[in-house]
């Protein structure tokens, strides 16, 4: 499906109900089911959370083996990977798209491992599909390169509270998104489970049962990213978003901060997040380091091309092995846009400009994010987002809700 987006006004109005966090979802959807008295709200309703349910309450109860297809989706990969590893008589082969076999999971297989985990390549040596046989699990000591993404880390932090030991994990080297494994650890201690994060070792303490608790998800700040790009490419604004707090356990809050260096204002109030535009607002160009955040790369070089403005981006390394390699993606569509950027492994460079080509069919490489980062473009030019129901894998209704904001969709 390929949509022409385009607007004739750039005065945004709009409440908007954006859906639960992915990837506070998908962990306590995995916490959830090592302790089934839990209870869920606001969860996400994207396709990645949908598989991951999916595959947590698949019927294991027969002897065969299952082979369990989550897809595009890289956080159901890594964290069922170390999920079934636990799970004492069950024979599981986790599969997914042609991506998802791309992608490397050899050194979360190899943590695993050192585990005592049993687990094979189906295919080629460290990538799925893998083939996974539960078992007891009493080892607790493990280490693992700390620049990795984060999610093989909270992986192994998620399956401790019920091993018979916890875990002591050791990151070797600079560590990367530090937010997301301390969101992990969060939420282990909202559920009274000991934890301890000191230099480079974590510990999680080991924990049979927990009391009866629902947990609410707040919503997710990735997807709040490309109001904030909205907002920022608007002549005035106000956005209201619910359900956000003020002190996230989401990296990617840190759009905040970001955005207001690109004229947006920020309030909360009752857990909700209005953005607003800074009259006239001049921004400068932007040098970021985002080895915390690199799920809003994209959507922040975009906002700066729409505002002619330069960037520097670095910490970045995570972004090659995603559902695309988001790097060099970025640097095809942009210079389909009239951009001038050079991309390394772990940086982006976009020199300003004040021109931007018309009509441009931007190619999303099954990636989400390259839907939904392009989109706010549409407040410059009219713009053409190939394969555009991709969103649904993190916000399926994106769209309706760039039309609740004025914008044209054809």
Request: net charge negative; proline share 4%.
């Amino acid at each position: 499906m390929n949509l022409l987006l385009q607007t004739i006004h750039s005065n945004l109005k709009a409440q908007i109900a954006v859906t639960g966090s992915k990837s506070e979802t998908n962990r306590l959807l995995l916490l959830q089911a090592l302790f089934p008295n839990i209870t869920l709200a606001n969860t996400s309703n994207s396709d990645d959370s949908e598989v991951m349910q999916k595959a947590l309450n698949a019927d294991l109860s027969s002897r065969e083996t299952r082979d369990l297809d989550i897809h595009h989706a890289g956080t159901a990969m890594r964290f069922l990977s170390a999920y079934f590893a636990t799970q004492e008589g069950r024979e599981v082969v986790l599969t997914g798209s042609q991506r998802m076999t791309e992608r490397p999971i050899k050194v979360l297989v190899d943590s695993l491992k050192q585990l005592g985990a049993q687990i094979t390549y189906e295919k080629q040596e460290g990538f799925p599909p893998i083939r996974i046989k539960g078992k007891k699990i009493s080892s607790n000591k493990v280490s693992i390169p700390a620049n990795v993404s984060s999610q093989y880390i909270s992986a192994l932090l998620l399956i401790a509270p019920k091993l018979d030991n916890g875990i002591e994990l050791t990151l070797v080297g600079e560590i990367t998104s530090v937010p997301y494994i301390k969101m992990t650890l969060a939420l282990l201690n909202d559920l009274d489970i000991q934890t301890s994060f000191e230099g480079n070792i974590i510990k999680v303490f080991p924990k049979q049962e927990v009391e009866t608790k629902e947990m609410v998800v707040e919503s997710d700040w990735s997807s709040a990213s490309y109001f904030f790009s909205l907002v920022a490419l608007s002549e005035t604004a106000s956005i209201t978003l619910t359900s956000y707090k003020e002190n996230s356990l989401q990296g990617d809050s840190a759009l905040v901060e970001i955005y207001k260096k690109m004229g947006v204002i920020s309030n909360f109030e009752n857990n909700t997040l209005s953005l607003s535009k800074v009259p006239n607002f001049k921004p400068e160009i932007l040098n970021l380091d985002l080895n915390n955040t690199p799920d809003i790369a994209q959507t922040i070089v975009v906002t700066c091309l729409g505002l002619g403005i330069g960037c520097h981006l670095t910490g970045l390394h995570t972004l090659k092995i995603k559902e695309t390699d988001r790097l060099e993606a970025l640097r095809v569509e942009l210079t389909k846009l009239g951009a001038t950027i050079s991309v390394t492994n772990d940086s982006l460079t976009l020199e300003p400009s004040n021109t931007i080509n018309h009509n441009v069919k931007i190619a999303t490489y099954n990636d989400h994010r390259m839907a939904m980062a392009f989109a706010p473009l549409a407040l410059k030019v009219p713009i053409i987002i190939e394969n555009a129901d991709v969103v649904s894998k993190s916000y399926p209704d994106f769209w309706e809700d760039m039309k609740s904001l004025g914008f044209f969709i054809s």
